[in-house]
């Protein structure tokens, strides 16, 4: 029996962290996610029986989380929550302020959070850590998300999975699948340089 172990992944790296370190790069990124965010947030297809379109929102914080590490996906994710909530119109479909689904955006920031910490453990270098990665933060969004929309619209917790988290699920696989093949392939060509 050996009594060795297997060393841990603490890579201790994102994959913005390979751009120049100053306060202008991370300022620039953090307003950069928001942005990212708010864009993606304006793809936005409605689902019938539900208060909460398919948007591109998920991805990109999913996305802002793991390639800006905790605290800046944070911040950009904070950014973006409270432009909306002071109006700018960048919410899905163009919209601001509190809603329904405001619980999907809060979510959002902490499963920025997560991916983010996982992904400075390396969990961003490899496409099966990375969908492990990407099905907390699915997970995180739609366990802060999903109660808000039953209280705020005043559903049952079946009608608000109904409603907010089963007409998702491919959807969310299929963003989950896109960015399982970004970072990792990013980190190749990072590595190759």
Known sequence: MSTATAAPVATGKVIADLLPASRVRDLALVLGGAALTGLAAQIAVPVPGSPVPVTGQTFAALLVGTSLGARRGVA?????????????????????????????????????????????RGADRSVLRMAGTMLLGEAIIYAV???????????????????????????????????????????TFANKR
Do not use: E
Not at 150 to 160: I, R
């Open 76 to 120: 950009a994710l904070a950014v973006y929550a409270l432009a909306g909530l002071a109006g700018m119109p960048w919410f899905a479909g163009g919209t601001s302020g509190v809603s329904v689904s405001f619980g999907y955006i809060l979510g959002m920031i902490l499963a920025s959070a997560a991916v983010g910490a996982l992904a400075r």
């Open 145 to 187: 998300g999903v109660p808000y929309l039953a209280v705020a619209a005043g559903m049952s917790a079946s009608a608000a999975i109904a409603a907010g988290l089963t007409p998702f699920l491919l959807g969310d696989a299929l963003k989950a699948a896109l960015a399982m093949g970004l970072l990792p392939t990013a980190w």
